[in-house]
């Protein structure tokens, strides 16, 4: 019986269940290069000329492996522009008795997926994507009649579930979280690591031709390009992670420093969301590491806890709340997302720094996505559906099942508190502690309002005035409501004044 077996671009992995169903000497693999994906949002130039590349380095390693490809780049003569058109085509072309496809990632592609076997007629096998250590019908069983959805209790099961730092039934070193220990500031450094730049093939090369005539005016600079495309590389920048910034991944990763985009950070998201490293295996090496005594305790926990809790957490998330789930908005926020988004122009030393490396590199840490662009957005009273369509734009890691929860729920508190246990509001302070951008700022960041202050301070207090019925039962918030009402009303007064500046600036 011969199949056509449909491999998407997050779907770059030999492990892959539908491969692993497939039979080479008789199936077929279907992979597309569609318009349409590459422009439901407007992508950043380098993140569709990683995946494009990665998936033409996936083809040919498939083929090495002895599977027939089908493979259909952007310009090829006859491409329809979607995944439903080139699967009908395929279809017309090779006659396959069924259809076998890996779960979609992403909403909107499942639903396509759906429709096809009425459209095209014939059977289309959806199977469930093995690759994620949490099945999605555990996570739903694990939230049925919780209030709460805590990312903490569901990162204990994962742990349970998998061993990874365990002793027994015990967590290794008598403690599930160290993130206590996971919150200095860090130095420059001359000595600082760097991940690991590939030099772009001539396949690479290529796609970067091709996206620079096709998406041009998208947002984003395309060189210099040096993603790895494929597995043999994104596994070297894994390992050079683990050698060089592992040891101080811990200490330093909610840190931030001018121009050090990178720190202590492993940058593979974009490699494991894509297929190219598996999460389990590099939560193994990194346990590894630790049982040799090479990394501390605080490294490999913070570094396992991103990948088997936070990562599997927001996909069940978003899978358990699609469709429906992008439209919250518990604040009722409607400001427009402002251009310094797009274009770095803005006085804010930390914002600038945020859209500019990421206008450069495709990539910006969790806290300069969650406590810089993501705090200023919440504050500001941004539409965190303009702020989630930004954020799924311009980051080379960025889908829609773990972008959207960290943005509505995590980011935004746009579920009212489904996901965080809290808003994540707060003021230049926070900044000041954890990074060395005030020093060279325009605003002064001790000032709480005027036309000097730094614009988090007016915009934070005010963010509590204007929400007070919606957070003051907030445990943690609650102290900041009271402290709010302390303020003498004159204070009040200019804090309204001072954050009106800033918004009408906007």
């Known amino acids: 019986m011969s199949r056509l077996v449909l491999v998407l671009g997050d779907q770059l992995s030999l492990s892959l269940s539908s491969l692993q169903a497939a039979d080479k000497a008789h199936d077929r693999v279907l992979m597309v290069e569609v318009h349409e994906e590459a422009t439901y949002v407007r992508h950043h130039k380098k993140k569709i000329a990683f995946l494009f590349s990665a998936m033409r380095h996936f083809a040919k390693e498939l083929r090495r492996h002895g ?275 797009w274009t770095a122009e803005t006085d804010m030393a930390c914002l600038r720094a945020a859209v500019t490396q990421t206008r450069e590199h495709a990539y910006a840490h969790h806290i300069q996505r969650l406590m810089v662009t993501g705090t200023f957005a919440l504050i500001a009273g941004i539409d965190p559906h303009e702020l989630h369509e930004w954020y799924l734009s311009v980051y080379a890691d960025a889908y829609e099942w773990v972008e959207l929860p960290n943005t509505v729920g995590m980011s935004q508190f746009a579920d009212g508190g489904l996901l965080a246990s809290k808003p994540y509001a707060a003021s230049g302070a926070y900044i000041n502690r954890m990074s060395n951008y005030c020093g060279t700022c325009r605003y002064d960041v001790k000032q709480r309002t005027g036309a000097d202050a730094c614009p988090f301070n007016p915009l934070y207090w005010d963010f509590i005035a204007r929400h007070r019925s919606k957070i003051g039962g907030n445990p943690r918030m609650a102290q900041m409501v009271r402290t709010y009402d302390k303020f003498a009303d004159a204070e009040k007064t200019r804090i309204a004044q001072s954050a009106a500046a800033v918004l009408e600036k906007l």
């Open 67 to 341: 599977w027939t490809v089908d493979y259909v780049t952007l310009d090829a003569a006859g491409n329809t522009g979607s995944f439903s058109g080139e699967v009908a085509r395929a279809v017309e072309a090779h006659r396959p008795e069924r259809i076998v496809v890996t779960e979609a990632g992403e909403w909107r592609v499942s639903q396509m997926i759906a429709g096809w076997e009425a459209a095209l007629g014939l059977p289309v096998e959806v199977l469930p994507d093995a690759r994620f250590v949490c099945p999605l019908p555990v996570f739903r069983e694990w939230a049925v009649g919780r209030n709460a959805l805590r990312m903490e209790y569901f990162y204990r099961d994962m742990r349970r579930r998998t061993g990874l730092l365990m002793e027994g039934d015990k967590p290794a070193g008598g403690e599930w979280n160290y993130d206590a220990e996971n919150r200095k500031a860090a130095a420059p450094d001359l000595f600082m690591p760097r991940p690991p730049m590939f030099a772009p093939d001539a396949i690479t090369q290529e796609v970067m031709a091709l996206v620079e005539a096709r998406f041009g005016n998208h947002f984003g600079d395309l060189e210099p390009f040096a993603f790895a495309v494929t597995r043999a590389d994104a596994e070297a920048a894994f390992a050079a992670f683990v050698k060089r910034a592992l040891p101080r991944f811990g200490d330093y990763q909610d840190a931030m420093l001018a121009g050090e985009p990178y720190l202590y950070h492993a940058v593979i998201a974009q490699y494991l969301n894509c297929g190219l490293l598996d999460p389990l295996e590099v939560c193994r090496a990194v346990e590894a590491e630790w049982q040799a005594g090479r990394v501390p305790l605080n490294a490999a926990e913070g570094f396992i806890r991103q990948i088997i809790g936070w990562r599997e957490y927001v996909r069940g998330i978003y899978w358990l709340t699609m469709p429906g789930y992008e439209k919250r908005n518990f604040l009722e926020h409607t400001r427009p997302l402002p251009d310094f988004y």
